[in-house]
Structures are given as C-alpha cells and as structure tokens.
Nanobody, 126 residues
C-alpha cells in the first residue's frame, strides 16, 4: 500500500502563489514517479507536473509550464508543487499521484499502477 497525504490547498487571488505538498508513505520503494494531476468541473483529469524519483526528470502540462515547479525532498518521499502566477483556470481539485511503470518482475508482467491522494481544492478567485 502507498499512502498519499496532500496539504496546502486553499483560496488564492489571481496572480498569487500557492504551494501544495504531498507526503508519500508505505511501500514506495518501487515508485517511479511522483506528481500532480488536477480536475476541474466538466473536464477530464489532466497532468499538472511529475518528477521521476530516479534522475529527477520533470514533465509539465502545457498550461502550467513556466508558472509551476515540481520538486521532491532529498528522501524522495515528498513532492511539492510551487504554483505561481495563478489564473482562474487553475481552479481545480489537485490530486497527488504516485506511479509505478509497467515492468517485468521475475519473468512476470506487472501492470502499471497509480496511487492517488484524496485531492485538495485550489480556488483562484478575486
């Protein structure tokens, strides 16, 4: 089991900043990446940002590039999302994600696995 606990959601004004944090615990030894997705009403869940635990490679959704920064702590147990220059369209429920890539383990195929936090609401409002 992997447990993901999010914090930092809230209300912020347009142009402001907010930092989200997600603490991962449990069986995280084979977690390949940590990151954030978001879902606004009427929209599909979309990638915000993710970081590989091995190598620190990052990826960002097009709509947040240049504004958001994802990082992990030294132990790679916590993923942080620094959000700057927030816009109304950033309003969404943000979900922490921990992912295992598909792989073969001892000759057997292991499907990719996603673990999710419960979500934290970010509201950008004037």
């Amino acid at each position: 089991q992997v447990q993901l606990v999010e914090s930092g959601g809230g209300v912020v004004q347009p142009g402001g900043s907010l930092t989200l944090s997600c603490a991962a615990s449990g069986s995280i030894f084979d977690i390949d990446s940590l990151g954030w997705y978001r879902q606004a009403p009427g929209k599909q869940r979309e990638l915000v940002a993710a970081i590989h635990r091995d190598g620190d490679t990052t990826t960002y959704g097009d709509s947040v590039k240049g504004r958001f920064t994802v990082s992990t702590d030294s132990a790679k147990n916590t993923v942080t999302l620094q959000m700057n220059s927030l816009k109304f369209e950033d309003t969404a429920v943000y979900y922490c994600n921990a992912a295992k890539a598909p792989s073969f383990v001892n000759g057997a195929f292991r499907s990719g696995i996603d673990y999710w936090g419960k979500g934290t609401l970010v509201t950008v409002s004037s």
